[in-house]
T-cell receptor
Framework: GDSVTQMEGPVTLSEEAFLTINCTYTATGYPSLFWYVQYPGEGLQLLLKATKADDKGSNKGFEATYRKETTSFHLEKGSVQVSDSAVYFCALRADSSASKIIFGSGTRLSIRP | DVKVTQSSRYLVKRTGEKVFLECVQDMDHENMFWYRQDPGLGLRLIYFSYDVKMKEKGDIPEGYSVSREKKERFSLILESASTNQTSMYLC??????????FGSGTQLSVL
């Protein structure tokens, strides 16, 4: 079945470091891919998305490129801030007829000042 | 901004109790969802609804039921709570399937 695998955390970085959180997927159709973020004490919110191969989603300095050949959607940011500390979830919607979004297990990110 | 409100932030119940978790959204969204969030397992879909009185099972519906009598309200019901239902429960709503709006969650402990 369709699934999302993302790197286990926690990930701890110093402020201004480069961030990569890996995400790979398995899907039978042509999925849409998402990154959601959950700040402490809050619900998840959509960070960025990409709906077809080679699309790049971006928001708040974060980027992810939909790589069909490697079935990946890695999240990157060039210089992280303390305020980026959160749990990040990779997710997919299998195709345009799918009625649900499948989430990965989440990666906790902590940024040291 | 869309607001999804869950009635309780923390809830403690006894084994065997009937538990109601309430969720209200204020943006006239057709679709509403209930997920549970467990460490290492991420979010798992329990039930969703795409219209009033319509519901579909998600991946883990056993031990749960739902009710959607009004468009803005989606309730999750634990008929007889068990300790393995201790979890964080997240409600979400959406207009399209592409972007979900989540509430801040209810941490349920079943003793």
């Amino acid at each position: 079945g369709d699934s999302v695998t993302q790197m286990e955390g926690p990930v701890t970085l110093s402020e201004e470091a480069f961030l990569t959180i890996n995400c790979t997927y398995t899907a039978t159709g042509y999925p849409s891919l998402f990154w959601y973020v959950q700040y402490p004490g809050e619900g998840l919110q959509l960070l960025l998305k990409a709906t077809k191969a080679d699309d790049k989603g971006s928001n708040k300095g974060f980027e992810a490129t939909y790589r069909k050949e490697t079935t990946s959607f890695h999240l990157e940011k060039g210089s992280v801030q303390v305020s980026d500390s959160a749990v990040y979830f990779c997710a997919l919607r299998a195709d345009s007829s799918a009625s649900k979004i499948i989430f990965g297990s989440g990666t906790r990110l902590s940024i040291r000042p | 901004d869309v607001k999804v409100t869950q009635s309780s932030r923390y809830l403690v119940k006894r084994t065997g109790e009937k538990v109601f978790l309430e969720c209200v959204q204020d943006m006239d969204h057709e679709n509403m969802f209930w997920y549970r969030q467990d460490p290492g397992l991420g979010l798992r879909l329990i039930y969703f609804s795409y219209d009033v009185k319509m519901k579909e099972k998600g991946d883990i519906p056993e031990g749960y039921s739902v009710s959607r009598e009004k468009k803005e309200r989606f309730s999750l019901i634990l008929e007889s709570a068990s300790t393995n239902q201790t979890s964080m429960y997240l409600c979400a709503s959406s207009f399209s399937w592409e972007k979900l709006f989540f509430g801040s969650g209810t941490q349920l402990s079943v003793l």
